[in-house]
């Protein structure tokens, strides 16, 4: 059974608190892992999360500030030390190479050859990561920040009664998936639209550290779960101008405006206790009808299930 979920490992903003760590999340789909911003204590937090470095196949940095990067050293030589065989991709925005390699290398360690960079630059950056597509789009932050968005294909799901209408059955049935066509023995041919109804692919995005933008409208269009920075209230709307941050009621009418079915709150300012964590689901709520969560350290978050059309 395919396992698609985020686990969250870390959701406060610059500065963590004692119930907050820096950024971290691991979104599995379906064998795939994607590590967005590991900061500090990533890997400590996987620990207590019950996922290790074997779970990873991607690391995605939106940006070069400390509470989004400063992991990626802890993550790189714990990848070497558990001697992880499988291949591991890289993605940052280009611009900041060097931060990157400062990072990659930032102490002495044996060292692994499985970590490949793929660097993104442009309006537009898309990555092939095995079943689905990786795609990266520029943010408005003070630094050069780039959202992520993972997209399955469209498909085909088989209905069993037309199925059986048709006789098609047993290794007929795999052939027809992969073939599209299967001859009868009465020698009539059945194509896959006759047994089977569109499949909507599945989509996730993840927008840190950033004002309103197009971009973030691109990458959150339709998605299934939305991570969404929220940083602050709106009673701080103009600081979180100035900042490149957005507001609970920003993320909410993002979530609205781009029809949305999950919405994940996470990047909360320090200055917010436990007692106004509330207001955040709040805010985001009255533009946004939908599903609403408000990142809590290691959570589990199932990517909603498969809609129909």
Same mark, same amino acid.
């Given at each position: ?203 996730? #995005?993840?927008?840190?550290? !950033?004002?309103?933008?197009? &971009?973030?409208? $691109?990458?959150?269009? @339709? /998605?299934?779960? *939305? =991570? ?13 101008? #100035?900042?490149?941050?957005? !507001?609970?009621?920003?993320? &909410?009418?993002? $979530?609205?405006?781009? @029809? /949305?079915?999950? *919405? =994940? ?35 589990? =978050? ?8």
């Amino acid at each position: 059974m395919s396992l698609r979920e985020l686990v969250v490992l870390g959701t406060s903003s610059a500065v963590p608190t004692r119930h907050r760590n820096h950024n971290g999340y691991l979104l599995l789909w379906d064998g795939q892992g994607f590590l967005f911003d590991p900061g500090e204590g990533t890997q400590r937090q996987m620990t207590h999360a019950g996922v290790g470095s074997h779970d990873i196949t991607w690391i995605c940095v939106t940006h070069f500030h400390g509470d989004h990067c400063l992991g990626v050293p802890g993550i790189v030589q714990r990848i070497a030390r558990d001697r992880v065989a499988h291949p591991v991709r890289a993605a940052y925005p280009a611009v900041g190479e060097t931060y990157w390699r400062r990072l990659r290398h930032a102490s002495v360690f044996a060292d692994t050859s499985v970590i490949s960079e793929c660097p993104v630059s442009g309006e537009v950056t898309t990555l092939d990561a095995g079943p689905v597509t990786l795609t990266a789009r520029p943010l408005s932050h003070p630094v050069e920040a780039y959202g992520y968005r993972v997209d399955e294909p469209d498909g085909r799901r088989m209905v069993p009664e037309a199925l059986r209408e048709r006789g098609v059955e047993g290794a007929m049935i795999s052939r027809l998936r992969r073939e599209g066509t299967v001859t009868m023995p009465d020698g009539s041919v059945v194509g896959l639209e006759d047994c089977s109804e569109p499949r909507p692919g599945q989509s996730a #995005a993840f927008v840190m550290d !950033t004002r309103l933008c197009d &971009g973030v409208f $691109a990458l959150a269009e @339709g /998605v299934d779960l *939305l =991570v969404i920075e929220s940083t602050f209230l709106s009673e701080e709307a103009k600081l979180a101008e #100035a900042y490149g941050h957005l !507001t609970a009621a920003q993320a &909410g009418r993002v $979530a609205a405006e781009c @029809g /949305v079915r999950r *919405l =994940v709150l996470t990047h909360i300012s320090e200055r917010y206790g436990a007692d106004e964590e509330p207001r955040f689901i709040e805010e985001a709520g009255r533009a946004f009808d939908g599903d609403v969560v408000l990142a809590q350290d290691l959570a589990r =978050v199932p990517v909603p299930r498969r809609a129909t059309k």
